[in-house]
């Protein structure tokens, strides 16, 4: 006789993973994957919507897509991943040591634009989704609660901010943190490490992340081989902000200790200091209130939530104000690791003998879907719900006109709204850091130097005193000037 408690008559009839009526075979409750990949689907859509809405409507936030872009796009032409943004000949892996994005090489030969790595990102937070979803059905036995979790994952502060500020490396770490995080709430130990270990590809201080996972291991009896992960993480970390960075980089250090060393004002701290702005900060401690609230502070009750003390160790300790709170693509990668860290929390408390306890872990997922609901009201993804979202007011216009003013294939200088949208057919520098290159065009954004300088040419005069450029094309706020 069929099983059909807590599985649906599809399910009962034709298991996730097995033969028709049969279990799968690790023994786990069958968990179809539709459901979770047509909700994946949806964010997917609705995380790239925003970004591409974003980037068309030249919103962009910082510098930081363009420099993906450029790095990308010579990955893409079996080049050194150069960033000329940060400076002439800059290699990247200088300044983060990302090599994982070389992944995106083969869409961006089909797709060479900044918009390739935006969809890319919107896919791997969307991925994360399908892990997250079908995870918490499998091991809490309700389809329910894994729609539900998968919506409250999706639509997470952390990813919506993350979203919001184009794409990031991170993005890869997202579907690799929620796979290992299964595999550690399945006992799958091999699979665990297999999905950690590329972790340190994808940015340095993943190093001590994969670290922890040795540690969850350890806890949870695989002493030798949790002993051997952590060793390994702490090893690559080691390895890349002593070795490999400073040896990619012009001033042959890992040049984000300044980020603990220095104050914003470039000041010398403390360790003393350090330690008591890090624990007398209330925007670091609001960010681990949400960071929790989302499940419900049950995640508390799984070994898993260790894995996210790395990531909120460098940002407490960081004198950056940007690090401290919920803004940012920061806290993405936290996100599938604190909903897993509930599902087995949920799944704990089950033999509690607090009945409180017990009655709690059967509400906890509908608390957290609702909990997302709210607090997706006042995030990034609202935007979408209103018109002015997708106007085109004068500044478009304004910007994609001082664009195409830019020849294809020449040299230019330019402002961070112009970056990215540049970087696929030009040489792009930054303003301020081409040095003692003097590019053949400047393609300035006049609304950030109206205060300094009001006069195009004044302002080319200041960046490069030995040349001389001429205005090419100019409307109230952007101005495109050529080297003569």
Not at 291 to 298: N, R
């Amino acid at each position: 006789m069929l099983d059909v408690q807590n599985r649906s008559a599809e399910e009962a009839v034709t298991g996730a993973t097995g033969p028709a009526g049969t279990e799968p075979p690790d023994g786990l409750p069958s968990a179809p994957l539709r459901p979770y990949l047509i909700l994946a689907g949806v964010l997917c859509g609705l995380y790239f919507l925003y970004s591409w809405v974003q980037y068309a409507h030249f919103r962009t936030p910082s510098w930081d897509l363009g420099i993906f872009g450029q790095s990308v796009r010579a990955y893409a032409e079996f080049r050194a991943p150069v960033v000329d943004i940060k400076g002439p000949g800059f290699q990247i892996l200088g300044d983060h040591f990302s090599p994982v994005t070389a992944l995106l090489a083969p869409l961006y030969w089909i797709w060479p634009s900044p918009v390739a790595l935006l969809f890319a990102q919107a896919a791997l937070f969307a991925a994360g989704a399908v892990v997250v979803g079908r995870t918490t059905q499998q091991i809490l036995g309700s389809r329910a609660a894994g729609l539900g979790l998968t919506v409250a994952y999706g639509l997470s502060w952390g990813l919506q901010e993350a979203v919001k500020s184009d794409f990031h490396e991170i993005a890869f770490a997202v579907p690799l943190l929620a796979l290992t995080c299964r595999a550690l709430l399945l006992g799958r130990w091999t699979a665990a490490v297999a999905w950690a270990a590329p972790l340190v590809l994808v940015k340095e201080d993943m190093g001590l992340t994969v670290a922890m996972v040795g540690a969850v291991l350890f806890l949870k009896g695989q002493k030798r081989l949790g002993a051997a992960v952590a060793g390994f993480g702490v090893a690559a970390f080691a390895l890349t902000v002593l070795v490999l960075i400073p040896a990619a980089s012009r001033v042959g250090e890992y040049d984000y200790w300044s980020k603990i060393e220095k104050t914003g004002q470039g000041a010398e701290t403390s360790f003393g200091q350090v330690i008591g702005d890090a624990l007398a900060s209330g925007e670091r401690w609001e960010m681990v209130f949400y960071l929790l609230a989302i499940t419900g502070f049950l995640a508390l009750r799984s070994p898993l939530v260790l894995l996210v003390l790395p990531t909120l160790g460098w940002r407490f300790l960081s004198q950056d104000p940007n690090h401290w709170g919920m803004h940012w693509h920061y806290s993405a990668i936290l996100m599938p690791v604190v909903f897993l860290a509930l599902v087995d929390g949920a799944r704990s408390v089950r033999t509690s003998p607090r009945a409180w306890l017990v009655s709690y872990g059967k509400v906890v997922v509908p608390v957290a879907t609702a909990v997302a609901l709210v607090l997706a009201a006042n995030l990034p993804l609202r935007e979408l719900m209103k018109s002015e979202t997708y106007r085109t007011d004068t500044r478009t216009v304004q910007a994609r006109a001082a664009v195409d003013a830019v020849p294809d294939g020449v040299s230019v200088e330019a402002d961070v709204s112009l970056l990215a949208h540049l970087t696929a057919d030009h040489r792009v520098y930054w303003v301020g850091t081409s040095g003692d290159v003097d590019p053949d065009y400047l393609a300035f954004d006049l609304r950030g130097w109206s205060q300094q300088v009001s006069d195009p040419v004044q302002l080319a005069s200041q960046l490069h005193p030995e040349a001389r450029y001429e205005i090419v094309h100019r409307s109230d706020g952007f101005a495109v000037l050529k080297k003569a």
